[in-house]
Every structure is written in structure tokens, then in C-alpha cells.
Nanobody
């Protein structure tokens, strides 16, 4: 079992910044990818950013040049630095981590955090 704990959400004014964190714990042998998704009311969950084990990153067009994803491999933690926030960034943000709990292929895990609310409003 792999558990994810998110933190860092809250209320911020337009143009402000927030930093989200997501720490993974449990049986972790290695982590392949770490991602952030978001879901606004009445909308589908969408990918915000992803970082691979090698450090390659991928961003949704709507957050490019504003958000930065990073990871601390030693602590199995992924971060999302969100800058120049807009009201349309308001959503529940979820982290997702994919990896293996052991050397065996059947130990693959695909875990989700509980979600953290980000509200951008004046």
C-alpha cells in the first residue's frame, strides 16, 4: 500500500502564488512518474503537470510558464509551484504517483492523493 498526503492548498488572490506538496509513504521500490491533476466543479479531471523519474516534465498548455513541477526523490515528494494564479485555476488539485513496490512487475501501484482545494479569488 502506498499512501499520498497532500498539503499547501488554500485561498489566494489573483496574481498570487501557492506551493503544493505531495508526500508518498509505504512500500515503494521506485517511482516512475509523479503528476498533478485538477478538477473544477462540473468539469472532468485534467492533467496539470507531470515529471518522470528522469526529471523530464510535461505541462498542460494552460499552465505553461506559470507552474513548475519538481520532485525530491529522497523524500518521495512532488511539488507544484503555482505562480500568477488566475480565477480559472480554482479547483481541487490531486497528486498521482505511479511506481513499483518491489522488483516484481505485479507490484505496480497507481496512487492518488485525497485532493487539496485551491481557490483563486479577490
Amino acid at each position: 500500500q502506498v499512501q499520498l498526503v497532500e498539503s499547501g492548498g488554500g485561498l489566494v488572490q489573483p496574481g498570487g502564488s501557492l506551493r503544493l506538496s505531495c508526500a508518498a509513504s509505504g512500500r515503494i521500490f521506485n517511482i516512475n512518474s509523479m503528476s498533478w491533476y485538477r478538477q473544477a466543479p462540473g468539469k472532468q479531471r485534467e492533467l496539470v503537470a507531470m515529471i518522470t523519474s528522469g526529471g523530464s516534465t510535461n505541462y498542460a498548455d494552460f499552465v505553461k510558464d506559470r507552474f513548475i513541477i519538481s520532485r525530491d526523490n529522497a523524500k518521495n515528494t512532488v511539488f507544484l509551484q503555482m505562480n500568477t494564479l488566475k480565477p480559472e485555476d480554482t479547483a481541487v488539485y490531486y497528486c498521482n504517483i505511479v511506481g513499483y513496490s518491489s522488483i516484481f512487475r505485479n507490484s505496480r501501484f497507481d496512487s492518488w492523493g485525497q485532493g487539496t482545494q485551491v481557490t483563486v479569488s479577490s
